[in-house]
Each structure stands twice: as structure tokens, then as C-alpha cells.
Nanobody, 124 residues
Framework: QVQLVQSGGGLVQAGGSLRLSCLVS????????MGWFRQAPGKEREFVAG????????YYADSVKGRFTVSKDGAKNTVLLQMNSLKADDTDAYYC?????????????????WGQGTQVTVSS
């Protein structure tokens, strides 16, 4: 059973940085692609960034390109999301997720496993 445990997040001023971490246990071929999503109350989950354990390039939403960086540490089974130059619009609950593969990485429905979520609040 694949389990995702998130850490990080919190409150930061606009222009600041935060780092989110996602520890993956029970990793198998069913969790080859890792994505980060965010969701505001009453809205659908929005793709933020994604990366494959097998080495494909990382993918980013246009809204975070140049500010966010997704990375992986295979030895630690951890995926990181470094968020720089944060804006008030980045305020959301953030989720890491695992999918079998990344063909439709931007669609939340392809992800089988989800972390518990962590709140990111950016004050302006």
C-alpha cells in the first residue's frame, strides 16, 4: 500500500519561500509519477508541478514556472516542492499525489494516492 505523508507549509509573507516535502512509503510501479496539486475551498484541485521517479523532465503549471521547483530524492523516497517568490494567489491547501504514469499528469483523476494536504498561506 502506497502512503504519502506531507510536511512543510505554513505562513509566509509575499516574496518569501517555503518548501513542501512528501515522503512516499510502499513505492511501487503504481506510483511512478508524483504530482503536486493545490486547492482552494469550493474549487477543483489544480495541478502545480510533477516529476517522475524514472527521470522524465519535470512539469509545471504556467502560474508557477520560474518560481517553484519540484525535485526528488530516490534514496529517501521523498519529493520536494520548493516555492520561491510566493504571492498571495499561491495561498491554498497543497497536496502531493502519486500516479502509475504521467501521461495525463495535469489531471487529478489519474492519481491513485494522495497525501493529507498542507496549508500554505501567503500574506500580502
Amino acid at each position: 500500500q502506497v502512503q504519502l505523508v506531507q510536511s512543510g507549509g505554513g505562513l509566509v509573507q509575499a516574496g518569501g519561500s517555503l518548501r513542501l516535502s512528501c515522503l512516499v512509503s510502499g513505492r511501487t510501479y503504481t506510483s511512478d509519477f508524483m504530482g503536486w496539486f493545490r486547492q482552494a475551498p469550493g474549487k477543483e484541485r489544480e495541478f502545480v508541478a510533477g516529476i517522475s521517479w524514472s527521470g522524465d523532465p519535470a512539469y509545471y503549471a504556467d502560474s508557477v514556472k520560474g518560481r517553484f521547483t519540484v525535485s526528488k530524492d530516490g534514496a529517501k523516497n521523498t519529493v520536494l516542492l520548493q516555492m520561491n517568490s510566493l504571492k498571495a494567489d499561491d495561498t491554498d491547501a497543497y497536496y502531493c499525489a502519486a500516479a502509475r504514469e504521467g501521461r495525463f499528469y495535469y489531471r487529478s483523476w489519474v492519481y491513485e494516492y494522495w497525501g493529507q494536504g498542507t496549508q500554505v498561506t501567503v500574506s500580502s
